[in-house]
């Protein structure tokens, strides 16, 4: 058969496994609502849940559309909705992608037709390099969840500080990256300030949501706020950047 | 009914069998490729390709393992390792649902609510990236115009501001020191940036657990 990064045939391989991958998400979301169920948690709780999960990923997931249309141009349209359909981010397969490429001696981004050995040596290379968290995450995570219970059972305060750490040394590093290209201002760079800027756009529009649900006592309010918050922050990158570019 | 610890073993057995299904799941397509086509790898290319990437990537694949399971429970973690974008889009998604529905992370209804929450969200993923493939004629001229592109560069900053005001607010004691660090090192820092935010995730989560332990031990400040 003769190759094509388009060909007809990788759609089918491609889909087949992303399929796979959709079964293992439909999987555990029946088998968590089932145990909601037995628990006796509130049916208006799993909704608001499912539908406001749905609703913010939408951004997130047309950002990954994007990543996919970019890789395409040089790996056809197939891998990359694969790879980034499953563990893949837009940085990783390109560096990936650049690494296999320069080791044959071809230039990431060049464009040039890749033939099927070639193909199939940057395949290889995307994949295996990432595949460590989903044969880690099996081996080591039920060990690592009984040690979270066991500090639960034995300190139930450190047991809370120790999970709101977790989640705030996470933020701290993002809002540190966030403030990454502020020192390139003092030399006249004023691009550094459009992340801060969209970053306090979107925290704005958060906090105020907060304040008006409390004054108004309209739960709804803080059901779509985050997606609010990062549409809005994200829109506003848009002046910001014609601004201080 | 099953006890909660009846359902966790149930959850990790499942985890475990869809897990190492996943990993060879995904190396089908590029042996696929090889049978279909007839194709040998380029042994240099793979051998010199893999060397340059794998190390790095599995370094912090193995760190990242280590720190996301405690915050994306059982379900949550067996999801998000296969689907990816963990710290862009799932772990935000769950740390938002269990917010919204003032549950404990560490709470079985916490376990079930970040597995809901992570779950939707691949779902939903997978379908828009499928609806993005079909369309991508149409949509390409739009999605990849100059002037949507800075919205589509600053996801991150927009995510976090949200999710950061909610969190330092409700967790401002804790959250002074990494947040300090944190800026000090990627203002001062240059090598540190977005392409590094990642390898630094573990080190704010050590630097917190580190000084909340002292406060908490050492101090009243917590109480």
């Not at chain 1, 047991?159 to 809002?175: K, N, R, Y």
């Not at chain 2, 999605?143 to 005001?165: M, N, R, T, Y």
Request: proline share 4%; aromatic share 10%; net charge positive.
């Amino acid at each position: 058969m003769e190759f094509s990064v388009n060909s007809p045939v990788l759609f089918v391989l491609a889909a087949i496994i992303i399929l796979i991958v959709l079964l293992q998400s439909v999987f555990f979301l029946l088998k968590a609502l089932k145990r909601a169920r037995e628990i006796g948690m509130e049916k208006s709780m799993l909704r608001k849940t499912i539908r406001t999960a749905a609703i913010f990923t939408i951004m997130p997931a047309v950002a990954i559309v994007v990543s996919v249309m970019t890789l395409s141009k040089d790996l056809g349209l197939p891998l990359p909705w694969l790879r980034l359909s499953v563990v893949g981010s837009l940085s990783y397969e390109t560096i990936a992608a650049s690494n296999a490429e320069s080791a044959m001696g071809l230039v990431f981004g060049s464009g040039t037709a890749l033939n099927a050995s070639e193909y199939v040596t940057i395949a290889l290379v995307m994949t295996a390099s990432i595949l460590v968290g989903i044969w880690l995450v099996p081996l080591v995570c039920k060990r690592q969840l009984g040690g979270m219970l066991k500090m639960e059972a034995k300190d139930k305060k450190w047991s809370e500080l120790f999970q709101s750490s977790l989640f705030i040394g996470m933020i701290s590093a993002f809002v540190g990256y966030v403030f990454c290209d502020v020192a390139g201002v003092g030399g006249g760079n004023l691009s550094g300030l459009i992340p801060v800027f969209v970053f306090f756009v979107s925290a704005i529009v958060m906090a105020v949501a907060g304040i008006l649900s409390k004054k108004t006592g309209w739960r709804g309010i803080t059901d779509y706020a985050l997606p609010a918050s990062l549409i809005l922050g994200m829109a506003s990158a848009i002046p910001l950047t014609a601004w201080l570019s | 009914m099953r006890t909660r610890e009846e359902y966790l073993n149930s959850v990790h057995r499942w985890g475990k069998i869809w897990g190492f299904s996943m990993t060879a799941v995904l190396l089908v397509f590029p042996f696929a490729v090889c049978l279909i086509f007839g194709a040998v790898p380029n042994w240099r290319g793979l051998g010199f390709g893999l060397l340059a990437t794998a190390p790095m990537y599995w370094a912090v694949g193995i760190i990242e393992t280590f720190t996301y399971i405690p915050m994306l429970g059982a379900g949550g973690s067996y999801l998000s390792f296969v689907t990816g974008n963990i710290s862009n889009l799932k772990l935000p998604v769950a740390l938002n649902a269990l917010e919204q529905n003032n549950v404990k992370a560490n709470s079985e209804e916490g376990e079930i609510i970040s597995t809901i929450a992570i779950a939707v969200s691949s779902i939903v993923t997978t379908l828009i990236i499928i609806l993005g493939v079909i369309l991508i004629v149409p949509l390409m001229p739009v999605l990849q115009s100059e002037a949507l592109a800075p919205a589509f560069a600053q996801i991150l900053p927009a995510l976090f501001g949200g999710l950061g005001v909610v969190f330092i607010s409700r967790n401002w004691k804790i959250a002074i020191a990494p947040v300090i660090l944190m800026l000090v090192l990627f203002i001062l820092v240059p090598a540190l940036n977005s392409g590094t935010v990642g390898i630094m995730v573990p080190v704010g989560v050590l630097f917190t657990l580190g000084v909340t332990r002292l406060l908490y031990k050492k101090t009243s400040f917590l109480d």
